[in-house]
């Protein structure tokens, strides 16, 4: 959901991210929209979205580009958002945030989760997975969604 009670959705193969307000007979366009490119402005194939609600940001896995997005609330700004790169040559599937503004990210073609914190916003931490792709306890395999928890679990 939104900070104004709106649920955001990643439209993947229409290349763009729409808010439904409450009780809204239609959706709006908040990011892409324009087809599929890796122009700042344009997304192609996003799987996910996010609100960091302490920074008051969209957070956008792009998959395609292989990038995550952020894009920040502007009101004064035409449509509201404004797109930069904060990672780039990731296969984003999912994305998640704890209450510390810490990011996770699930690669799926590195089969892992990172964790990307205030101190490691560059490389990341591996979470989960990292020791290739398989079944063992400590691999995964294209991991899809995460969910961080109150706890941080």
Do not use: K
Request: charged fraction near 25%.
């Amino acid at each position: 959901l939104d900070v104004d009670g709106s649920l955001l959705i990643a439209d993947t193969y229409n290349h763009r991210i729409v808010r439904w307000r409450p009780n809204a007979r239609q959706g709006e366009i908040i990011a892409g929209g324009e087809g599929p490119n890796n122009l700042p402005r344009q997304l192609n194939e996003p799987l996910a979205v996010l609100i960091d609600r302490i920074n008051r940001n969209l957070i956008i896995s792009d998959s395609q580009n292989r990038r995550v997005l952020r894009w920040s609330f502007d009101q004064r700004r035409p449509n509201g958002f404004a797109g930069e790169v904060i990672l780039s040559n990731i296969y984003s599937f999912s994305l998640a945030m704890d209450v510390e503004g810490s990011l996770y990210v699930s690669d799926g073609e590195r089969h892992e989760v990172r964790r990307y914190g205030r101190r490691d916003r560059r490389e990341g931490v591996i979470v989960a997975g990292g020791y290739g792709q398989g079944v063992a306890l400590h691999q995964l395999s294209g991991p899809r969604h995460i969910f961080v928890d109150a706890d941080q679990s």
